[in-house]
C-alpha cells in the first residue's frame, strides 16, 4: 500500500476548492503510525488529523480535553453529545484518552476527492460544534 | 472475551496501554492464523460439500432406475407364471431379489450423503462465522490502536512545536475574530468603494450629465423636437 502521505495527494487542492480558495497544508506527523496534519487558512487552531488503520481512513479533530469542561455540566454534555451524534452528517463525537474528538471513517482506498470532502465537512462540523457546545467549557 | 469488551475494559487503563495492548502481537498472530485455518477450511468445505451433493443426485437417480427395474422384472415373472414358466418366474424372482438388496444398498447411502451435505453446510457456515468475528475484532482492535498511537504521535509532535492544540474556547474566539475581520475588511472594501472608487467617480459623472449613463431618451426626444419643428407641422420621417 502506498504510503498515507501519497494517497493524500492533491487532497489540499480539493479542500481548498471545497472551502473556496482557501489555501490548505498538508503536514506529516512522525511517529509509529501514519498521521498528516491537514491545516486549513483561518482555521489553523481547528487541524484535521488524516490517520490509516489496515481497515480504514480516519479523519479526527480534537475539540477540547477534560479539563475545559465546566465540571457541574459533564454529565449533561456526554448525553448532549450522544443526541447529536445521528444528526452530525458524516462525522461522529467521541472521546480519545481525555479528549474529545470528532471524527470521520472512509474506506481504505477512498479518492482524494473523497477524503478532501470528509475533511471539509469534518471541519465545518467541528467550528459548528466548538461554537454550539462552548457554554459547557470552562 | 468479546473485543467491544475488552476495548472497554483497556480504555479504563491508561492511553499508552491502549496503544499498545488493545490485541498484542502474539494474540494478532493467532486470530491471523485462526483466520487463515477458518478461510482454508471453507475452501475444502466447499469442495466436498460439492462432491457429496453430486454423489447424492446420483444415488437418487440410481434408487430411481432400480426401483423401475424391480417393476420390469416383476411383471415379466407374473408374465412367465401366466404362461406356467414356474422355474423362469423362480429366476426372475431372483433377479428382482437382487435388485431389491442394491436398492437397498443405495437408499442407505443416499441418507448417509443427506446426512453429510447437512453437516458440511453446518461446517462451512461455522468457519464463514468464524472469519467473519475475527476480521470484525482484528478491525476494532486495529482501529483503537491507530487511533491512540496517532494521538499519541500528535500530542508529542505538538508539545515539542509550542502546541496549538490548547484551548477550544480560545481556538474558537480567534476564528471567529479572523471570520469578523474578514467581513469587516469586505464591508470596507464596499464602503470605500462607494466613496471614492470607480462607483463613486461614475455616479458624479452621471450626476454632472457626463458618460453614456446620462438621459439618453431625453436627448433623443429633444432631436426628434428640433427636427419636427425644422419640417413643419409633419410628424413623418422621411
Redesign the interface.
Known amino acids: 500500500m502506498k504510503p498515507l502521505h501519497e494517497q493524500l495527494r492533491g487532497v489540499d487542492l480539493h479542500i481548498g476548492r471545497l472551502m473556496g480558495a482557501v489555501s490548505v497544508n498538508l503536514q506529516p506527523i512522525p511517529g509509529e503510525v501514519p498521521v498528516v496534519q491537514v491545516s486549513i487558512e483561518g482555521r489553523d487552531e481547528l487541524p484535521i488529523f488524516i490517520t490509516r488503520s489496515d481497515t480504514q481512513i480516519l479523519c479526527m479533530c480534537y475539540l477540547w480535553c477534560d479539563a475545559e469542561v465546566l465540571p457541574e455540566r459533564r454529565h449533561e454534555l456526554a448525553q448532549t453529545l450522544l443526541e447529536l451524534n445521528p444528526s452530525v452528517p458524516l462525522s461522529a463525537f467521541g472521546r480519545i484518552g481525555d479528549r474529545y474528538v470528532l471524527t470521520g471513517a472512509l474506506a481504505l482506498d477512498a479518492p482524494a476527492e473523497q477524503v478532501a470532502q470528509d475533511v471539509a465537512v469534518l471541519s465545518d462540523n467541528a467550528l459548528d460544534a466548538l461554537d454550539a457546545l462552548s457554554e459547557f467549557l470552562v | 472475551m468479546s473485543v467491544i469488551k475488552k476495548v472497554v475494559t483497556l480504555l479504563r487503563s491508561s ?1 499508552r496501554e ?1 496503544g499498545e495492548s488493545v490485541v498484542d502481537a502474539n494474540a494478532t498472530r493467532i486470530y491471523e492464523q485462526e483466520i487463515l485455518d477458518a478461510q482454508h477450511s471453507i475452501e475444502t468445505a466447499r469442495g466436498d460439500l460439492a462432491l457429496v451433493m453430486a454423489k447424492e443426485m446420483q444415488s437418487a437417480r440410481e434408487i430411481e432406475r432400480l426401483k423401475q427395474e424391480v417393476a420390469r422384472y416383476e411383471a415379466l415373472a407374473v408374465e412367465a407364471l401366466d404362461k406356467s414358466h414356474e422355474q423362469l418366474a423362480e429366476d426372475v424372482a431372483a433377479k428382482v431379489a437382487a435388485l431389491e438388496d442394491e436398492l437397498a444398498e443405495q437408499t442407505k447411502a443416499h441418507a448417509a450423503y443427506a446426512v453429510q451435505v447437512v453437516k458440511l453446510k453446518d461446517l462451512l457456515r461455522a468457519a464463514e462465522q468464524r472469519v467473519r468475528e475475527h476480521e470484525r475484532e ?2 476494532i482492535a ?2 483503537t ?10 500530542s ?2 505538538l508539545g515539542q512545536g509550542g502546541s ?2 490548547l ?6 474566539e ?3 475574530r ?2 469578523e475581520e ?1 467581513a469587516d475588511r469586505m464591508a470596507a472594501t464596499a464602503q470605500l468603494d462607494a466613496e471614492c472608487g470607480d462607483a463613486a467617480l461614475e455616479r458624479k459623472l452621471r450626476d454632472a450629465g457626463i458618460g453614456c449613463s446620462v438621459d439618453r431618451q431625453g436627448a433623443v426626444m429633444a432631436r426628434i423636437r428640433a427636427r419636427q419643428q425644422a419640417t413643419g407641422a409633419s410628424p413623418s420621417i422621411e
Do not use: G
Open positions: 492511553v491502549i482484528m478491525a486495529r482501529t490502536e491507530s487511533v491512540y498511537r496517532a494521538t499519541q504521535s500528535i508529542e509532535n496549538n492544540l484551548n477550544a474556547r480560545q481556538s474558537l480567534r476564528i471567529k479572523r471570520h474578514l
